[in-house]
Every structure is written in C-alpha cells, then in structure tokens.
Nanobody, 121 residues
Framework: QVQLVESGGGLVQPGGSLRLSCAAS????????MGWYRQAPGKQRELVAT???????NYADSVKGRFTISRDNAKNTVYLQMTSLKPEDTAVYFC???????????????WGKGTLVTVSS
C-alpha cells in the first residue's frame, strides 16, 4: 500500500505565500511523475504543476511565475511553493504520484486527501 499525505495549507492574505508538502510512504519501489492539482468550490479539479523524477516541470498558465514545484526523491516528497497568492487560488490542493510499488510491476496513480488553501483578507 502507498499513502500520500499533504500538509501546509491554511489561511493567507492576498499577496502572501504558502508552502505545501506531500510525502509518499509505503511499499514504494519508484516514483515517476509527482504533481499538484486543485479543486475550487463548484469547479472541476485542475492541474497546477507536475515534476518528473528527473526534475522536468510543467505549470498551469494561471500559476506560472508565482508557484514553484520541487521534489526530494530521497524523501519521496513533493513541494509546492506558492507566492503572490490571489483569492482565485483558493481551493483544496491534492497531491498525485505515479508509483511503482515493491509488490507490482505496474505503475499506479495515488492521490492524497487534500489540504485546503484559503486566500482572503
């Protein structure tokens, strides 16, 4: 079994910063892509950013220049540094990882339960 646990969400004022973390644990052999997604009230879940095991990153246009994704492969952890936050960034942020477990040759998608980010004055 593989578990993903996000942390770092909270309430922040517009223009502020937050850093999210997502740690993967369990029977992990390797992790390919790790990423962050978000879902605002009444909206569909959307991609925020992804990062490959080699460090190649991809960002949604709405967060380019404000958010930075990074990962620590030794810790199986992915981070999302968010700056210049806007009210429209308010959402539940979810972590996703493509994991090959020690008990299978298949690569499966795993999701965390999410952490709430609220940007409001």
């Amino acid at each position: 079994q593989v578990q993903l646990v996000e942390s770092g969400g909270g309430l922040v004022q517009p223009g502020g910063s937050l850093r999210l973390s997502c740690a993967a644990s369990g029977s992990i052999f390797s992790i390919n892509v790790m990423g962050w997604y978000r879902q605002a009230p009444g909206k569909q879940r959307e991609l925020v950013a992804t990062i490959t095991s080699g460090g190649t990153t991809n960002y949604a246009d709405s967060v380019k220049g404000r958010f930075t994704i990074s990962r620590d492969n030794a810790k199986n952890t992915v981070y999302l540094q968010m700056t210049s936050l806007k009210p429209e960034d308010t959402a539940v942020y979810f972590c996703r990882s493509e994991v090959r477990s020690t008990t299978s040759t298949y690569v499966l998608n795993y999701w965390g339960k999410g952490t709430l980010v609220t940007v409001s004055s």
